[in-house]
Nanobody, 117 residues
Framework: QVQLVESGGGLVQAGGSLRLSCVAS????????MGWYRQAPGKQRELVAT???????NYADFVKGRFAVSRDNAKNTVYLQMNSLNPEDTAVYYC???????????WGKGTLVTVSS
């Protein structure tokens, strides 16, 4: 019943920016702890950023201040603003939601980000 749908991926040159969006349905969005993960070819899926229900954020070290996660509970949407992109950021980016009571995990199908040099 819970569905997460990512959008905003695409092709961008190194140094450019993209904003990813993830829209949730089927549950109360404010009940979800949200996160962004990514998976590059030949690599394991890795955590990029999380944002708690109250807005507290955490970032992976490799973000180095380039990315910002935010949420708009009124729009049932979490965002990932990505700046200063480099080719190493090329990956499929996935949205994850964790219900704060049941701890059930929900995943989107991903959106592809390709950064050219």
């Amino acid at each position: 019943q819970v569905q997460l749908v990512e959008s905003g991926g695409g092709l961008v040159q190194a140094g450019g920016s993209l904003r990813l969006s993830c829209v949730a349905s089927g549950t109360t969005f404010s009940s979800l702890i949200m996160g962004w993960y990514r998976q590059a070819p030949g690599k394991q899926r890795e955590l990029v950023a999380t944002i708690a229900r109250g807005g507290n954020t955490n970032y992976a070290d490799f973000v180095k201040g380039r990315f910002a996660v935010s949420r708009d509970n009124a729009k049932n949407t979490v965002y990932l603003q990505m700046n200063s992109l480099n080719p190493e950021d090329t990956a499929v980016y996935y949205c994850r939601g964790t219900h704060f009571i049941s701890r059930m995990d929900y995943w989107g199908k991903g959106t592809l980000v390709t950064v050219s040099s």
